[in-house]
Every structure is written in structure tokens, then in C-alpha cells.
């Protein structure tokens, strides 16, 4: 068992010894080319449906569900939290158009045990965060864009090619729900 951890970490040192620099912070470039999925689906519909507009319809809703997981994702960030809806509530909100309800802050100052807000807070956050990056991943289903993705890799490139399009905020990472590794080149 030794043999093989020690295996492994200096497999893992090895890989980690190629990366010429640490990663650097984001720029303009990198959102383009990230885009460039988007821009050419885009294209590719004013093309190409002309007749029914399903395809458009698609592309709006891959858009309403990326912004609004922004939105979500900037209220939890700041750290809102909701007594009467859950995240769950605030995304189907979002979709339907409707603005998203802000939550609230606790203050510190509220507990006589001032430390346990604290980690309730972050609790809180992380449980958000953790229901964020499910509807990220679950909310937009592949049938409902199956004029536009072939499978579930493709949609979930869609949303960051998406997201980076749509981004006013570049250079800054802007979908950081985004867990599992999704290859943008695949």
C-alpha cells in the first residue's frame, strides 16, 4: 500500500512539474475563445432556421438558465440567505422571468455566541452553493436542447461557451459553480 501511495505522489509530482507557471488570471482572450462555440451556434441559426425559430428558442433558454445561475451565484456570494425560498425556487424565478428575490445577511451581532453565526453563515453559503452547482449541472435538461447538443458534454460546453459570451465581467471567472471538468476543445 506504501508502494502504491508513493507511486502516486511522485506520478502526481511529475505532472505537476510540466505546468511552466502558476495559472494566471483570465483575459479577454481566453473569454474568446471560450465563446467561440456560442458565436458559431449563433451564426449557425440565422443560417439555418429561418422557418420554425426552435433553435433560437433553445439558445434564449441555455441563456436565461446561465444568467440566472449568475444571479443566484452573485446573492449567495455576497452572502444572502433566504428564509422562505430555497435556491430551487430562486432558479425556477429566474426562468420564468420573474426577478430574483433578494435574501438576507445575518450579522454577527445578532448571536450572543458570535462565532456560530459565523460558521452558520458558511454552512449556509456552502449548502447554496452546493444546491447552485446541482441546478447548474441538472436544470438545463439535454431535451430541452436537443436541437442544439448531441449529448450532455456538448450542452454543458454550451453553457460556458455561453457564459463566457454573455460576460460583461471578464476578466473574472464567472462560473465558478462549474465542478466537475468540462473540456471546452472536446
Not at 433558454?61 to 449568475?70: A, E, Q
Request: hydrophobic share 40%; with cysteine; charged share 25%.
Amino acid at each position: 500500500m506504501d508502494e502504491l501511495m508513493n507511486a502516486n505522489i511522485d506520478k502526481a509530482r511529475d505532472i505537476m512539474g510540466t505546468f511552466p507557471k502558476e495559472v494566471e488570471i483570465p483575459d479577454r482572450q481566453d473569454f474568446d475563445d471560450l465563446a467561440a462555440l456560442w458565436k458559431a451556434k449563433e451564426k449557425q441559426i440565422t443560417i439555418y432556421d429561418t422557418a420554425t425559430g426552435a433553435l433560437e428558442k433553445q439558445l434564449q433558454l441555455v441563456t436565461r438558465h446561465v444568467s440566472t445561475c449568475h444571479d443566484i451565484w452573485v446573492q449567495v456570494r455576497s452572502g444572502m440567505t433566504w428564509k422562505t425560498h430555497a435556491i430551487q425556487d430562486l432558479y425556477v424565478m429566474g426562468m420564468e422571468g420573474q426577478p430574483i428575490a433578494g435574501g438576507s445577511r445575518t450579522n454577527a451581532n445578532q448571536s450572543p455566541m458570535k462565532g456560530r453565526v459565523v460558521q452558520s453563515d458558511n454552512l449556509a453559503k456552502a449548502a447554496n452553493m452546493r444546491d447552485l452547482a446541482k441546478l447548474w449541472h441538472e436544470g438545463l435538461c439535454l431535451e430541452d436542447v436537443s436541437g442544439l447538443c448531441a449529448d450532455t458534454n456538448e450542452s454543458r460546453r454550451l453553457m460556458i461557451s455561453c457564459s463566457a459570451a454573455k460576460s460583461k465581467w471578464a476578466p473574472k471567472q464567472v462560473f465558478p459553480y462549474v465542478f466537475r471538468p468540462v473540456s471546452i476543445s472536446d
